[in-house]
């Protein structure tokens, strides 16, 4: 096997389209996109940039062309032109005779170009159709649908965010985003392999490997399989296509989500040969656990429980959505850096929601490596999807492709038909609007689990999210997987309580990125919740005021766009960690807390806890804290408030917890010493949290909680209790921040004083004369008062406004 990247010298031309880019050519970056080589060349500003997404409204109906000038040499056996990618609607020509069309940005295509290729110099094209007239002709031919937002994405197989969505712009991009190459081959090729990995009960590992192979002679044909030291032998007799190899290994190291055990990787090599002679080659790295969901009916209803090599895990999550609206830009380094982030946050498990893309090799190669569960979505959300040609074919045709793909990832636990489809059908006035037109169910409950059940049969499938069996609504609480977006469109956070989910798969609260990306993107003057750039940035139908009407009930109505920045911004964090406190401490019941979201495609006010910058937003510290191992928090239960202890390690948690009552002034008002024990991986009440004093203190070695009772907005705290000491330090500074009166929730937002600062901690609340220091990590040289500047050393406290007549 021979492969030649085709990745240089192409070149981009509008077909059609405004007078500046019609006809005119300029270099293009493969694999790459539209929009960027019109950047690179200077014929657009950035799309992210102000309100310049709108001003590119005329790239939605633009034809493109993208055209390569390559030398190749002879055919000798087979030769194959193979796209890993392309978005979306393509023609592709070789040397003026098309060779090949497609309709789907979820698969690679592969064209039989023997007849075609010329020794010498070759002409490729590939022309590029507006995805959207595409949708819109699919639309006509089949019928309208229900789609959550303007545009016909259900009507195409293209990342449907493409075309905007309540966090995301409407740029609906174009190109080839995935590699191109030349394949030449002799006698035969691995067309798909399939390494399924299982663990017996003795704990022998087992790795049985399906080969199917292309064939261009009738030569007979070896598989050699290798794996930790040991190796197995198939043939493939002439005429046939298809080999089983299987390897056991005994006791091998088990593969476990991070903060359960370790991430052992075992090489994997399989050989394809024909008389001594090696034709291809397939490598990767293989993890030996067994994962279930755990969906057995109990007394409450139905569960949801991931258990990875037999034991139970509380999803610690965060759904996950594309990386960067122009997919390309995202390396296996920006991923690394994203997976890290949601690790030090503490969680196990991302959700790869399904408006975005199967995601790549780097992400999932990523995930195994720090032990992070994948939940995948197959690429359906928020829409009713017809289950007749041309999209039938494509759907069985990419899902047969990425589940085949995907078999060898430790990390990935659970394949999913949608998101909220099944919803949408139930609650969302669907059905009228369909009369007896299809709209999906066929694939979720039946095309997609039975490509699973064939191709992967040791992998979970869920019909979509949210989901419940049998007669009950799909976003019963009792039941499966829920979505709590009630909180945020309607009630407030604290109404999170009034269900206790076996497993939350989507809840969330907004707020602004972080100063130094904001303004880097936004250059409204004044800048203002409602300025017009600002608003550009913001998609969610009546997104400012929800933030709001959200802060109301708990902080004072900031006075200055910075005030309501750091006011918003902090909600957002209280909001979701109080969210997922409650769910954290109703385990095992409740089996899961997957945040909306973890990160964010262009820079936006949204559900995110990292923005598109890369920087930690409070919302990240506060999953950091709510999602620590161990963790102390003030529940209601039977009528009163109690404190409980969540235990997420393998060991027992026991000791004395200490109890104080204390006013805002610090003085202590009671006091009290128990004994406690927590078992393993468990939850329990531990003391209570009697009301009617100001702060409770509850604390036991290294874990602390300090809980104010009632709300910010009814306080009268002292509004500038902080003072704050920083000098140089090893990778920045160190800042000594120290309260001279209660301080709650302490931040440092270092991004105001050097783009790439950041703090290592954050939402800190200090007692009266404590101090706490803090480490900011920076390679810039500043003067380190800044710091302690009004704008960067915050807390709640600077918002207080005169106490509320009730």
Not at 212 to 234: C, F, K, Y
Not at 519 to 531: E, M, N
Not at 702 to 724: I, N, Q, W
Request: aromatic fraction near 10%; proline fraction near 8%; include cysteine.
């Amino acid at each position: 096997m021979h492969r030649e990247e085709l990745h240089d010298g192409w070149r981009l031309e509008a077909v059609d389209g405004p007078e500046h880019v019609a006809g005119r050519a300029v270099p293009a970056t493969v694999p790459g996109s539209v929009h960027l080589d019109l950047l690179e060349a200077g014929l657009i500003e950035h799309p992210y940039l102000d309100r310049v997404e709108e001003g590119l409204a005329w790239m939605h109906r633009t034809p493109w062309r993208y055209t390569l000038d390559f030398v190749a040499e002879a055919v000798a056996d087979r030769a194959d032109l193979v796209f890993e990618g392309l978005d979306t609607v393509a023609t592709v020509r070789l040397n003026g005779r098309v060779i090949g069309r497609t309709a789907n940005m979820h698969r690679s295509h592969r064209f039989d170009v023997r007849e075609v290729l010329r020794a010498g110099g070759n002409e490729l094209t590939v022309d590029l159709r507006p995805a959207l007239e595409h949708a819109e002709a699919v639309e006509r031919a089949l019928g309208d649908r229900p789609h959550a937002y303007p545009h016909p994405f259900n009507m195409i197989r293209k990342m449907a965010c493409s075309f905007g969505w309540d966090w995301g712009p409407d740029l609906q991009t174009a190109g080839i985003w995935r590699p191109v190459r030349l394949e030449r081959w002799r006698d035969a090729r691995l067309a798909s392999v399939r390494p399924l990995v299982t663990v017996d009960d003795d704990g022998t590992g087992r790795v049985t490997v399906h080969a199917d192979v292309e064939r261009a002679s009738h030569a007979p044909l070896d598989v050699t399989v290798t794996i930790a030291g040991r190796t197995g032998h198939g043939q493939i007799a002439p005429g046939d296509t298809t080999a089983t190899v299987v390897v056991t290994v005994p006791q091998p190291d088990l593969w476990w989500p991070t903060g359960y055990g370790g991430q052992p990787r075992y090489p994997l090599s399989v050989e394809l040969g024909t008389d001594g002679r090696g034709l291809d080659r397939y490598d990767r790295h293989l993890g030996f656990r067994t994962i279930t969901v755990d969906t057995a009916p109990d007394e409450i209803g139905t569960p949801f429980t991931f258990v990875v090599n037999g034991k139970p895990v509380f999803a610690k999550g965060a759904n996950w959505i594309p990386d960067d609206h122009f997919l390309t830009r995202i390396t296996r380094e920006r991923l690394a850096r994203r997976v890290g982030q949601a690790v030090d946050a503490n969680l196990n498990l991302l959700r790869v929601w399904g408006g975005g893309i199967y995601e790549s090799e780097d992400f999932y190669d990523v995930c195994d490596e720090r032990g992070v569960l994948v939940w995948q979505d197959f690429p359906f959300a928020c829409a009713a999807y017809p289950e007749e040609d041309p999209l039938w074919t494509e759907v069985e045709a990419e899902a047969r492709e990425h589940v085949a793909r995907l078999t060898p990832h430790p990390s990935l636990a659970l394949w999913n038909g949608n998101n909220e489809n099944l919803w949408g059908h139930a609650d969302w006035d669907w059905q009228g609007r369909l009369g007896r037109r299809s709209w999906g169910l066929t694939y979720y409950e039946a095309v997609l689990p039975s490509i699973v059940a064939e191709l992967d049969p040791a992998r979970a499938y869920a019909p979509g999210s949210p989901y419940s069996p049998g007669a009950v609504h799909p976003n019963d609480p009792d039941h499966g997987t829920r979505h709590e977006w009630d909180v945020w469109n309607r009630i407030d956070y604290t109404h999170y309580r009034d269900h206790v989910p076996r497993f939350c798969a989507e809840f969330g609260f907004q707020g602004p990125p972080t100063w130094a990306t904001l303004t880097r993107w936004i250059h409204d003057d004044p800048l203002t919740p409602v300025s017009p750039a600002f608003r550009a940035h913001q998609k969610a139908d009546d997104g400012g005021g929800k933030l709001d009407r959200g802060l109301a009930p708990h902080l004072p109505a900031p006075g200055t766009f910075a005030d309501w920045h750091w006011a918003t911004q902090l909600n957002q964090a209280r909001a979701v960690a109080f969210g997922i406190e409650h769910f954290r401490s109703w385990w095992p019941r409740t089996a899961g807390a997957v945040v909306w979201q973890l990160n964010d495609c262009w820079p936006v006010t949204s559900w995110a806890a990292i923005d598109y910058e890369e920087r930690p937003k409070p919302l990240w510290y506060a999953l950091k804290h709510a999602f620590a191992p161990r963790l102390f928090t003030v529940q209601p239960r039977d009528g009163s408030d109690v404190v409980i202890a969540v235990n997420d390690t393998d060991e027992a948690w026991a000791g004395d917890l200490r109890l104080e009552w204390r006013g805002f002034g610090g003085t202590l008002e009671r006091g009290d010493t128990l004994p406690f024990t927590v078992p393993a991986r468990s939850s329990a009440v531990v003391g209570s949290a009697e009301e009617g004093r100001q702060v409770l203190v509850a604390e036991s070695g290294d874990v602390r909680l300090v809980h104010v009772f009632g709300e910010d907005v009814d306080h009268s705290y002292e509004p500038s209790p902080l003072t704050a000491r920083a000098e140089p330090a090893p990778g920045g500074y160190r800042v000594a921040v120290t309260a001279s009166a209660l301080a709650v929730d302490v931040a440092l937002l270092a991004d105001r004083v050097a783009p790439d600062a950041v703090v290592d901690d954050m939402l800190v609340t200090l007692l009266p004369g404590e101090t706490r220091s803090f480490l900011v990590r920076t390679g810039a040289e500043v003067d380190p008062a800044a710091f302690a500047g009004p704008l960067v050393l915050r807390c709640s406290n600077a918002l207080r406004a005169p106490v509320r007549a009730r």
